[in-house]
């Protein structure tokens, strides 16, 4: 109606409707009663709201909980729909990257811990893994150690190079005494398995577990958390240095683990999962 409309003055009207299979009678009344404005959606403040209060993380399956929680109840299809209108798009999105075959060396230690990433006592069983943001013009790379009860991220390090003293850094950030941990699960980079990490471990009594080469799902629990680092702090922001890396790293690590709702948690945070003393 709006094209014919439009060319109205151009082309006459009931030429105009025959060629484009649509009633004079049709076209003069939609003319006459023009649709009236579609009323905002009385929850759209909601929705936005936390939308913002997630840092752009959130889809509308969490969004869902979050308004639930607050006695906003709407449906997925409705939050996409609000989502959709106000151009909002969750940065945790696309699909899951397929592990792709490492170089076949040996690992200094088995995979003891054989995917078992469930079922563990708070601060007991540690995983770590490197994930690399660019910074100041050149690469950094983050170390992440998380605890396997409540994938809480009881550790973390950012430096220039991939190396022991990076993962020192994330294990010296550790709050409570690292003789509490029973293994300590990564893969079998250089950056893990070394002299200096052999020694750290030895010195807390920590078992040690590597994954296979070529087996990044041996380690899934934490390359799934690098996966939320890259789509929820990293994409599409710039870092002008290391110093402003570590800044954004320790405030999205806080925000992470107090704030952000994890879906394997039942859509707890993980601070508040641990707290109420569950387990997985």
Not at 5 to 19: D, G
Not at 113 to 136: K, N
Request: aromatic share 8%.
């Amino acid at each position: 109606m709006t094209v014919i409309a439009a060319n109205a003055r151009r082309y006459p009207v009931s030429a105009q409707c025959r060629i484009l299979g649509v009633p004079r009678s049709t076209y003069y009344h939609m003319l006459a009663h023009p649709p009236r404005p579609k009323a905002p959606d009385p929850i759209e403040p909601d929705v936005v709201g936390a939308f913002e209060a997630s840092r752009g993380g959130y889809g509308a399956r969490r969004l869902k909980i979050v308004l639930a929680r607050s006695g906003v109840v709407a449906s997925r299809r409705r939050i996409c729909r609000i989502m959709r209108e106000n151009g909002l798009a969750s940065a945790y999105s696309g699909r899951a990257p397929r592990g792709g075959r490492g170089p076949a060396q040996p690992p200094s230690a088995g995979n003891v811990l054989a995917r078992r990433f469930d079922g563990h006592p708070p601060r007991t069983h540690l995983a770590a893994d490197l994930t690399y943001v660019r910074a100041g013009g050149s690469w950094c790379y983050v170390c992440l150690l998380v605890d396997l009860c409540n994938r809480e991220i009881v550790g973390s390090s950012c430096g220039r190079r991939k190396d022991a003293r990076l993962v020192k850094a994330a294990f010296s950030n550790v709050d409570f005494p690292l003789d509490e941990v029973e293994m300590f699960h990564s893969d079998g980079g250089s950056e893990f398995c070394n002299s200096e990490i052999d020694a750290l471990l030895s010195a807390f009594g920590i078992e040690r577990s590597v994954s296979r080469p070529g087996n990044p799902h041996d380690n899934a629990v934490v390359e799934s958390t690098n996966r939320v680092l890259k789509r929820e702090l990293v994409r599409g922001r710039p870092f002008a240095s290391e110093e402003h890396l570590r800044t954004e790293l320790f405030d999205w690590v806080n925000w992470y683990n107090n704030c952000r709702l994890h879906s394997t948690l039942g859509y707890m945070t993980p601070v508040g999962f641990r707290e109420a003393g569950l387990s997985l």
